[in-house]
């Protein structure tokens, strides 16, 4: 059985860093574009980066460009996503979700995204 399975995040204050991981089991990791999403209340869900085996680096949406980093073990299976310099407006729920996909990563932004797994979720929040 697939799944994802996010852990890392809690409460900090803006300006603060925060480290998110999401571990991957019951698929073959490297045949997939595995991307970090969030969601705060009352939004759309956001795409907000995504990494794959078949590009070099991850691609990042605007809003988090220069201050979030994804990286990826694929012995391991994990994705992590540094979080740092951050807003109240990063306050959210962040997932993980992974797509099969040879091509690459797919675009990031505000939409609806037929991935073929998702976590949980993880809530972070960003206090002023």
């Known amino acids: 059985e697939a799944r994802l399975v996010e852990s890392g995040g809690g409460l900090v204050q803006a300006g603060g860093s925060l480290r998110l991981s999401c571990a991957a089991s019951?698929?073959?990791?490297?045949?997939?574009?595995i991307g970090w999403f969030r969601q705060a209340p009352g939004k759309e869900r956001e795409g907000i980066s995504c990494?794959?085996?078949?590009?070099?680096?991850?691609h990042y949406a605007d809003s988090v460009k220069g201050r979030f980093t994804m990286s990826s073990n694929n012995v391991e299976s994990t994705v992590y996503l540094q979080m740092n310099s951050l807003k109240p407006e990063d306050t959210a729920v962040y997932y993980c979700?992974?797509?099969?996909?040879?091509?690459?990563?797919?675009?990031?932004?505000?939409?609806?995204?037929?991935?073929?797994?998702w976590g949980k979720g993880t809530q972070v929040t960003v206090s002023s």
């Open positions: 019951g698929f073959t990791f490297d045949d997939y574009a």
């Open positions: 990494i794959s085996s078949s590009e070099d680096g991850a």
């Open positions: 979700a992974a797509v099969k996909s040879y091509y690459g990563c797919f675009e990031l932004g505000p939409g609806a995204y037929d991935m073929d797994y």
